[in-house]
């Protein structure tokens, strides 16, 4: 649902603290802002490559 959805990625933009992209549209987010799968634990992905992330990932990650 768009809720859900709109929910999780403020969560992202959080962690990733981007908060200044709070107030463009869910639509923007979603097509235009990625986040680089380094910022993610291997435990957020469904996959042995690391290349598709389970729907509830996070971004976590973020080392000095």
């Known amino acids: 649902c768009w809720v859900c959805l709109?929910?999780?990625?403020?969560?992202?933009l959080k962690n990733c603290d981007r908060l200044d992209l709070?107030?463009?549209?869910?639509?923007?987010l979603l097509t235009s802002v990625r986040v680089?799968?380094?910022h993610f634990s291997t435990k957020m992905f469904s996959s042995p490559?690391?290349?598709r992330l389970l729907p509830t990932a996070v971004p976590t990650e973020f080392g000095e």
């Open 6 to 12: 709109g929910c999780c990625v403020h969560e992202w």
């Open 22 to 28: 709070h107030n463009k549209s869910l639509e923007y």
């Open 36 to 38: 680089c799968g380094k």
């Open 49 to 51: 490559e690391n290349n």
